[in-house]
């Protein structure tokens, strides 16, 4: 299968426009393929064309059973730190087949009271930038990644909607992080009003940031 813009995860064939990131346009995790639509989930810092060149799996292949693969052909462990996705991103993998060969554990932080006491958010970032920040999200990775010992961590932190959101961060905003052996990094996306597909999106975004990161197609 060759990569292209579909939206839940697995990989097909399609068009990418111009503010999109095709990747993203699916309502599941399952197949699909398709063009991308006006209303398409938008990430900051990705190039859509160049990141989906070449070939990420085959036939059944999904993102999350390819960083599957590669983390353990990598003798690599994962954890994983969700607020607005609600354990979606941990069942992604741990729904597989033989992820206990690299999925240590998770943490579903949906609190702020959580995300602090768990994973030692600072509580000056909580109060000045708000749970839905790069601040947050990078230190909800860092640390479910101490907390579980691993080589890689991912952490998401949003408004899934349809309420709860805000002039400044609307529904639809989402903040992704990724912690490394060679440090953290983030992505803020904006996505609609439909809570499922926010999820769902998110969850294809993350684990596509981990596979960037394990394949060496850094920024």
């Known amino acids: 299968v060759h990569a292209g813009p579909v939206g839940d995860g697995r990989v097909g064939k399609g068009r990418v426009g111009d503010d999109d990131f095709g990747?993203?346009?699916?309502?599941?995790?399952?197949?699909?393929?398709?063009?991308?639509?006006?209303?398409a989930f938008k990430t900051?810092?990705?190039?859509?064309?160049?990141?989906?060149?070449?070939?990420?799996?085959?036939?059944?292949?999904?993102?999350?059973?390819?960083?599957?693969?590669?983390l353990v052909e990598r003798g690599c462990?994962?954890?994983?730190?969700?607020?607005?996705t609600g354990g979606?991103?941990?069942?992604?993998?741990?729904?597989?087949?033989?992820?206990s060969d690299y999925f240590m554990g998770s943490?579903?932080?949906?609190?702020?009271?959580?995300k602090q006491r768990v994973l030692h958010v600072r509580e000056e970032s909580l109060m000045q930038y708000g749970a839905v920040s790069r601040e947050v999200a990078e230190q909800m990775a860092e640390?479910?990644?101490?907390?579980?010992?691993?080589d890689y961590a991912l952490a998401t932190t949003g408004i899934a909607g349809p309420t709860g959101g805000t002039a400044e961060k609307p529904v639809g905003t989402v903040w992704l992080a990724m912690a490394t052996p060679h440090g953290v990094v983030s992505r803020k996306m904006s996505g609609g009003t439909l809570r499922t597909q926010n999820i769902e999106r998110a969850c294809a975004n993350a684990i596509f940031m981990l596979y960037r990161e394990l394949k060496g197609l850094h920024d």
């Open 88 to 99: 979606a991103l941990s069942a992604g993998f741990t729904s597989m087949s033989g992820a």
């Open 77 to 84: 462990t994962l954890s994983v730190a969700e607020s607005c």
């Open 143 to 150: 640390g479910v990644r101490a907390l579980c010992g691993t």
């Open 44 to 70: 900051v810092g990705f190039d859509p064309v160049a990141d989906l060149e070449g070939f990420v799996g085959y036939d059944d292949d999904t993102l999350a059973s390819v960083v599957a693969r590669l």
């Open 23 to 39: 990747i993203l346009e699916g309502a599941d995790m399952g197949a699909a393929q398709g063009d991308v639509g006006d209303n």
């Open 107 to 114: 943490v579903v932080s949906y609190s702020n009271d959580v």
